[in-house]
Nanobody
């Protein structure tokens, strides 16, 4: 089992920045891909970014490319999502997730709320 706990959400004005953290425990994360997803009110959950734990290869949704950066810290077993130039449409609950190899994401955190005011 992998346990994921998100933190770092909050209220920020448009144009501001936040850094989300996802503390991971329970299993060695080599061969895992870590992802960030979000769900805005009334919308489906959507992919934001992912990173392979070992190689650090990152992938981003078009909507956040160039504004968000995903990273991981081996020593702290933590994944981060640095969010810059935030927009009101980034308002959502952000979830950290993990998947083993090419399987589906099957470990999820409880989420952290991000609200961007205009």
């Amino acid at each position: 089992q992998v346990q994921l706990v998100e933190s770092g959400g909050g209220l920020v004005q448009a144009g501001g920045s936040l850094r989300l953290s996802c503390a991971c425990s329970g299993r060695t994360l080599s061969s895992y891909t870590m992802g960030w997803f979000r769900r805005a009110p009334g919308k489906e959950r959507e992919f934001v970014a992912s990173i392979t734990w070992t190689s650090g290869r990152a992938t981003y949704a078009d909507s956040v490319q160039g504004r968000f950066t995903i990273s991981r810290d081996y020593a702290k077993n933590t994944v981060y999502l640095q969010m810059n130039s935030l927009k009101p449409e980034d308002t959502a609950v952000y979830y950290c997730a993990a998947r083993y190899s090419n399987f589906n994401y099957n470990y999820w955190g409880m989420g952290t709320q991000v609200t961007v005011s205009s």
